[in-house]
């Protein structure tokens, strides 16, 4: 089995400053037709999962440029350049091709 | 716009089944399908499988088999997760989220429902 490994699992952040999550996975995500689906999800307390980053840096419709993702290969991360009250949350990469798919999540709080 | 929309919270006794419905809307469902996604309290994302709203071809979690059915109804534009022999460990939220209409495709969850939670208590 793939597993995810996302660092930290907690990240107390002051508001205003930026933040950084970090994805490893235990094989190359690199698809057979050349992307790597590799998606990032905030779920903010008591909401369902919803989509922020796929194929490792596109934002999804309606997501504020201030979130962006990076990486390649096995190695990812999320940043979020100014955090904002409405970013706490739990974070969770995913890999969209072998299960498990899940990160175990990394919770955004504010300091 | 498209909205997943779920049928409510649920109280089941251990051994019995629970139904949860999710209703598509603002895209053709034929041509996507549809994942179920479990969260327990306070816990990750377990996926527990797909169903194709195109042809109904299914694929289920190993841990689940034999215990889950997904269905979808095209005429309602609605797709429906049966969990059978419920167990206190079955209590969760339960999410169903957009998802690519071709198993060998890589997984999409683009939007999702607002979940529904089944409490199994005796």
């Known amino acids: 089995d793939i597993v995810m490994t996302q660092t930290p699992l907690s990240s107390p952040v002051t508001l205003g400053q930026p933040a950084s999550i970090s994805c490893r996975s235990s094989?190359?995500?690199?698809?057979?037709?050349?992307?790597?689906?590799l998606s990032w999800f905030q779920q903010r307390p008591g909401q369902p999962p919803r989509l922020l980053i796929y194929?490792?840096?596109d934002r999804f419709s309606g997501v504020p440029d201030r979130f962006s993702g990076s990486g390649a290969g096995t190695d990812f991360t999320l940043k979020i350049s100014r955090v904002e009250a409405e970013d706490v949350g739990v974070y969770y990469c995913?890999?969209?091709?072998?299960?498990?798919?899940f990160g175990q999540g990394t919770k955004v709080e504010i300091k | 716009q498209v909205q997943l929309v779920q049928s409510g919270d649920e109280v089941k006794k251990p051994g019995a089944s629970v139904k949860v419905s999710c209703k598509a809307s603002g895209y053709t469902f034929t041509d996507y399908g549809i994942s179920w996604v479990r969260q327990a309290p306070g816990q990750g994302l377990e996926w527990m499988g797909w169903i194709s709203a195109h042809n109904g071809d299914t694929k289920y979690a190993q841990n689940l088999q034999g215990r889950v059915t997904m269905t979808t109804d095209t005429s309602t534009t609605t797709a429906y997760m049966e969990l059978r022999s419920l167990r206190s460990d079955d209590t969760a939220m339960y999410y169903c989220?957009?998802?690519?209409?071709?198993?060998?495709?890589?997984?999409?969850?683009?939007?999702w429902g607002q979940g529904a939670l089944v409490t199994v208590s005796s």
């Open positions: 989220a957009r998802d690519r209409g071709l198993w060998l495709q890589p997984r999409l969850f683009d939007y």
């Open positions: 194929k490792i840096s």
């Open positions: 995913t890999q969209a091709t072998q299960f498990p798919l």
């Open positions: 094989q190359s995500l690199v698809h057979s037709d050349g992307n790597t689906y």
